[in-house]
């Protein structure tokens, strides 16, 4: 699982024009999973399942 500010830089995650995270392949905005015991968030693609990890 990768971080968010690694996939923005490798072209893996883009910002559409609300600065919403979106998947690169398949062009769908991200889910949040938040666990209150943990310091990361993990995003998800809805669509291929791909997951980045977020630093709160």
């Given at each position: 699982?990768?971080?968010v500010r690694k996939a923005l830089r490798?072209?893996?995650l883009e910002k559409d024009t609300?600065?919403?995270l979106v998947c690169g392949?398949?062009?769908k905005p991200l889910k949040t999973e938040?666990?209150?015991d943990?310091?990361?968030t993990v995003r998800?693609?809805?669509?291929?399942?791909?997951e980045w990890k977020e630093i709160r």
């Open positions: 699982m990768n971080s490798a072209g893996d609300y600065d919403r392949e398949c062009k938040n666990d209150p943990e310091i990361k998800i693609c809805p669509d291929c399942g791909a």
